[in-house]
Nanobody, 124 residues
Framework: QVQLVESGGGLVQTGASLRLSCAASALTFSMYAMAWFRQAPGKEREFVAAISRSGDSTVYADSVRGRFTTSRDNARNTVVLQMNSLKPEDTAVYYC?????????????????WGQGTQVTVSS
């Protein structure tokens, strides 16, 4: 079965950077659009970023555009979220998601598979 495993979360100060990774298994990775979501305490899960199957197209939420960058390595079955200039409002559990044969817009709206999440905490 498809498995997505996030790593790289932690506790950092405002303005710092973190690099999240998502390792995928039991799927033909290059056939899946990938996305990142997050959920802060007491809030609904929200979209962060998505990337096309080839990696040549990305979509970002307004709240992270210019600070976060997502990329993928299809040879290593991994997708990365580079987070710079972190703010306390970025504190959340970050989830990796996947959808077969999809565009970044479609994986954003209806992902098929989810990882277990990794905690990111930004202190002020």
């Amino acid at each position: 079965q498809v498995q997505l495993v996030e790593s790289g979360g932690g506790l950092v100060q405002t303005g710092a950077s973190l690099r999240l990774s998502c390792a995928a298994s039991a799927l033909t990775f290059s056939m899946y659009a990938m996305a990142w979501f997050r959920q802060a305490p007491g809030k609904e899960r929200e979209f962060v970023a998505a990337i096309s199957r080839s990696g040549d197209s990305t979509v970002y939420a307004d709240s992270v555009r210019g600070r976060f960058t997502t990329s993928r390595d299809n040879a290593r079955n991994t997708v990365v979220l580079q987070m710079n200039s972190l703010k306390p409002e970025d504190t959340a559990v970050y989830y990796c998601a996947a959808k077969f044969g999809a565009s970044p817009q479609l994986v954003r709206s209806s992902p098929s598979y989810w990882g277990q999440g990794t905690q990111v905490t930004v202190s002020s």
